[in-house]
């Protein structure tokens, strides 16, 4: 692949990618080596995408892959606690709201992430996280009334 | 929380500008050592992505496959890692796609190789590009060093032999790509368990042995699954079982994404603490949730439950043999030991939709499952039934006035190679006895018997 491609794509997806792999790993040196991998099988791959829509969900179910085994594999390595959790610099407004998101369950992390801060509708997420549209609106749900976020807008299309 | 402060704290992570630029470079020049060595192992599990497969990024390796590792010679080891240093291109490459028969049995190779089945000969190798041609057009495997290029035969199907030398190849370079920092791994991991072992502890291998005789006790099948184990003493910051020096052995499917871990204290072999399973992070209903669901659904039908007693589980559907596929599901049940009455409602614990109901004769689960195997062409209920009936009376058991239960699954899981089936229980009375049988939902053969 062209090196103008890598850094084109590195830069255009790099800290989507990151801020997924962080929201789900808890950890910025794990969110780093799980977004190289995500590159890596993108250029191993070469794969067509119909447009940056498809390219953008198709790098978001390859990182929650990784994440999840990355998950699975946790017990190899010392266990985080939420109050040592690292995640690189964070200003102090945004600390208490991480902190309350990274309590949740990963598989309700990952949804709010998908919903709230990429916009993803149920349909779209439940692609994305290979569960049924239920599932994710069950945890929506969950993710809302732990958080307690007061939305605009309740629908849920 | 507002929602807009949750958006704008989540959008204040970013990765670090020199992050991304060594991203970048490595991204470029393919670097092999990155963190964690996770590219080399990415090397392999590329080879079996392209086979359509999901793989997670660190694979792991049975005791078999190990001690074959970690006999190469240092030799061998050097020549693979100076192959990768020294090829012109940053990837591997093929003169051809696999086919879609080559990719089935290369996953299917790639469970066997686990295990222990291993090619009889190691890969050709060529020294040059006229060279590779030149077997090609013998009909040979072989693999390029300078260009990373798998020349496949062009005019047939890859032998099995041929697929389990690309399998072997792949794993033994990234292997040796690893093997500096997996030495010093080992290394350290037999200086402390040399350690544990003098001050009374228990070995490596015995940890093994109490881990797989858990794996019995819990009526788990390992087959297909990778096996690892690893040493800990305790004294790492994030310590967990308070401080106490462990062995964690466990066992992983990457293809069912199943996973079966035990720690076990590394002085007197007790279980600290075991994980079975690979559905947890999925449930999302509670126990109490999913009484209201049934409670609902049995209103729904018009179900009196005055005079009932209730009783309710959860079942997280690792077990051999799921006859719900393995869905992590709560049973909520009514029972009346007078009129001898029961219902029961299975629901899903990831969803809260009604898995399975039986009711007044009817039961969800298997009749839908069954409608839907008739039309994909397989036997009907009846029809399993009357093969197990023949069976039983070649046998010289008499099944006339006999009781016959039956239960059909279309089964995700590892047993009978993931075929459907008709679980058939003839049930006895009389003698009280009991005869089951497992039989092929397609074509009718009995797979298995079971009981009396």
């Known amino acids: 692949m062209e090196s103008e491609k890598i850094t084109e794509i590195v830069h255009t997806y790099g800290n989507l990618l990151y801020r997924v792999c962080v929201v789900m790993l808890r950890n910025a040196q794990d969110a780093e080596d799980a977004v190289q991998e995500v590159f890596c099988r993108y250029l191993e791959k070469h794969k067509t995408f119909s447009s940056p829509e498809h390219e953008k969900a198709w790098l978001l179910t390859v990182a929650n892959h990784i994440c999840k085994d990355m998950l699975r594999f946790r017990s190899r390595h010392p266990q985080i606690d939420i109050d040592d959790m690292d995640i690189g610099y964070l200003p102090a407004e945004s600390s208490a709201v991480i902190q309350e998101l990274m309590q949740l369950p990963v598989a309700i992390r990952a949804v709010i992430y998908l919903h709230y801060i990429e916009g993803y509708k149920i349909r779209e997420i439940s692609k994305i996280l290979k569960v049924s549209e239920q599932a994710v609106k069950k945890r929506l749900q969950r993710g809302r009334e732990q958080l307690r976020i007061r939305l605009e807008d309740q629908a849920m299309s | ?452």
């Open chain 2, 1 to 452: 929380m507002r929602k807009e402060d949750l958006i704008n704290a989540v959008s204040s992570i970013v990765m670090e500008d020199e992050a991304q630029a060594n991203m970048i470079e490595a991204l470029k020049n393919q670097d092999t050592k990155r963190h964690g060595g996770m590219k080399a192992a990415g090397v392999i599990l590329a080879l079996i992505a392209a086979a359509g497969v999901s793989v997670p990024a660190y694979a792991l390796v049975t005791s078999r496959l190990q001690e074959r590792m970690e006999n190469m010679t240092p030799e061998t080891i050097t020549s693979l890692e100076q192959q990768v240093q020294n090829a012109d291109v940053d990837s591997d490459s093929f003169n051809r796609p696999y086919s879609a028969t080559e990719q089935q049995r290369m996953e299917q190779l790639y469970t066997e190789y686990l295990e222990g089945y291993f090619p009889q000969n190691d890969l050709l190798l060529a020294d040059s590009e006229e060279k590779a041609s030149e077997y090609v057009q013998s009909g040979l495997l072989c693999f390029l060093p300078s260009t990373s290029t798998f020349y496949l035969p062009l005019y047939r199907e890859l032998t099995d032999e041929e697929i389990l030398e690309l399998l072997d190849f792949m794993k033994k370079r990234d292997y040796a790509l690893l093997a500096g920092e997996v030495m010093a791994r080992e290394e350290e991991q037999r200086n402390l368990i040399q350690e544990n072992v003098k001050s009374g502890g228990i070995t490596e291998e015995e940890a093994i042995e109490i881990a797989q005789s858990r794996l019995q006790e819990l009526g788990l099948n390992v087959t297909g699954f990778e096996m690892n184990h690893y040493y800990d003493d305790g004294k790492d910051m994030g310590v967990r079982y308070g401080g106490a020096a462990y062995y964690n052995v466990n066992w992983s499917n990457i293809f069912s994404h199943t996973y079966y871990y035990f720690w076990i204290n590394a002085e007197d072999g007790t279980i600290l603490d075991e994980h079975i399973g690979g559905n947890e992070d999925n449930i999302v209903i509670t126990e109490q949730e999913a009484i209201e669901i049934a409670t609902k659904r049995a209103a729904e039908l018009g179900l009196q439950l005055d005079g009932f007693e209730m009783n309710h589980g959860f079942e997280d559907g690792t077990g051999r043999r799921d006859i719900y596929g393995g869905i992590p599901r709560y049973g909520v049940n009514w029972a009346n030991f007078v009129s001898h009455t029961y219902y029961y409602f299975m629901v899903n614990a990831q969803d809260g939709s009604i898995l399975d109901e039986s009711y007044e004769g009817h039961r969800k689960y298997p009749e839908e499952k069954i409608r839907q195997n008739v039309e994909n062409g397989g036997i009907s209920a009846e029809e399993a039934k009357e093969i197990t009936r023949a069976r039983l009376e070649e046998q010289g058991i008499d099944t006339t006035g006999v009781g016959c239960d039956i239960w059909f699954t279309d089964n995700h899981s590892a047993d009978f190679d993931g075929k459907s089936y008709y679980k058939i229980t003839w049930i006895h009375d009389e003698n009280r006895k009991f005869y089951g049988f497992y039989v092929d939902g397609r074509d009718g053969t009995i797979l298995e018997g079971y009981g009396n």
